[in-house]
């Protein structure tokens, strides 16, 4: 039932404030004081690395989740994607700890990749929304994302709530490593609770994206930059993008771009900047510069400070709220889905099923 919206993406995506606050109120207690992981939960000050796999948009989430299990808790992380891994066959030493994310829990590759991990790994934990579904069942702590179910084929809340499930438990390791004060923890989850409506906000830029999406429907191109946990939602919009408006999209860490990628712009090649005003904004002003001195258009997502920063130049820009760096990789999933899919309805795409995906990969 697509609730009257045209789509199950459209749906999905405006679900996103909803199920998020019931994620976090599965795992943060009622006064928001304290996490709440099912027991026996995790031995952290003994986990010696966390090795991560999945696929797609789900190995994005993972990309993002690095960042916030080595900075927050002093985790080393290793992201894979399931394909590789499997037949990688790499040694696993005792004390690391499996993390699975997958939307279905049926993802053939990934579940293989579990089952390489089985009596090699400490543990095995999932990250998935179907709690029957073979990866959840296999895992030794299954953890949901209560997304409800997602439909279309390009994740979205899937997507939010993994990321909300993982942070969570990025604060959690932080907390029992002592790398985190009670007054950092209490703030943390604090903004953690407040997403729900921070997502609302973000879900105004609808019309705006709506608008700018006639014109990115046009290109042939687009490319998409992100520096640091911005970098995996660069890569996720641009994934989201591809599949559903079936235009060439590609997602560079910024600090690439003179590597290589900075050939391929010219005034055709609209260039999607994902940048909220953090530390390593004034680094990421500077590789637009050098995008728009070679004629390339640059969209900016930002927030209020980071706009009056960039200064003149760009070709547009979609503000969102001010947030917490730390979660800005959940915001500007928002902005990346709406863009993707105003884009796609242009176009004139199959949103919903787009050709030659399926939801659940389930064969190899
Ligand atoms: O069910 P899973 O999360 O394991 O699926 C992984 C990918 O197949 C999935 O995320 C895919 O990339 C989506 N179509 C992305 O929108």
Not at 4 to 22: C, D, N, S, W
Not at 205 to 212: D, H, M
Request: hydrophobic share 45%.
């Amino acid at each position: 039932d697509k609730a009257g919206y045209k789509h199950f993406m459209a749906k999905e995506i405006a679900e996103q404030p909803t199920v998020l606050q019931g994620a976090l109120a599965h795992y943060i207690n009622h006064d928001g004081t304290a996490i709440t992981l099912p027991e026996p939960g995790l031995d952290f000050a003994k986990i010696e690395r966390f090795s991560m796999v999945a696929c797609g948009t789900a190995f994005y989430a993972c990309l993002v989740a690095k960042y916030w299990f080595e900075q927050l808790a002093g985790i080393p992380v290793e992201v894979d994607v399931a394909s590789e891994f499997r037949y990688r066959e790499p040694p696993v030493t005792p004390g690391t700890v499996a993390l699975f994310v997958s939307q279905s829990g049926e993802t053939a590759d990934t579940l293989a990749a579990l089952r390489y991990m089985e009596g090699k790994a400490a543990k095995i934990v999932s990250v998935v929304n179907v709690p029957e579904s073979s990866i959840a069942r296999e895992s030794d702590l299954p953890l949901p994302i209560l997304a409800g179910t997602e439909i279309g084929v390009a994740s979205t809340k899937a997507f939010t709530c993994q990321l909300t499930t993982l942070a969570i438990l990025a604060l959690q390791a932080a907390q029992a490593r002592g790398r985190i004060t009670d007054a950092e923890l209490a703030d943390k989850l604090a903004n953690l609770r407040a997403l729900p409506g921070v997502l609302n906000l973000a879900l105004a830029v609808e019309s705006k994206a709506s608008e700018l999406s006639r014109k990115l429907a046009e290109a042939r191109d687009i490319l998409f930059l992100g520096r640091g946990a911005m970098y995996p939602l660069a890569l996720e919009g641009a994934l989201k993008l591809k599949e559903i408006s079936y235009i060439h999209a590609e997602a560079y860490a910024s600090g690439e771009l003179k590597h290589g990628p900075i050939a391929l712009v010219d005034k055709h090649v609209p260039v999607i900047v994902m940048a909220p005003r953090d530390a390593l904004f004034d680094k990421t002003v500077s590789n637009m510069q050098e995008v728009m001195a070679r004629g390339g258009k640059v969209l900016l997502i930002t927030d209020q400070k980071g706009a009056a920063e960039a200064g003149d130049g760009v070709w547009n820009t979609i503000l969102m709220p001010e947030i917490d760096p730390f979660l800005a990789p959940i915001l500007y999933a928002v902005p990346a889905q709406l863009l993707a899919y105003h884009t796609a309805i242009a176009k004139g795409t199959d949103v919903d099923q787009p050709r030659n995906l399926a939801k659940s990969v389930t064969v190899e």
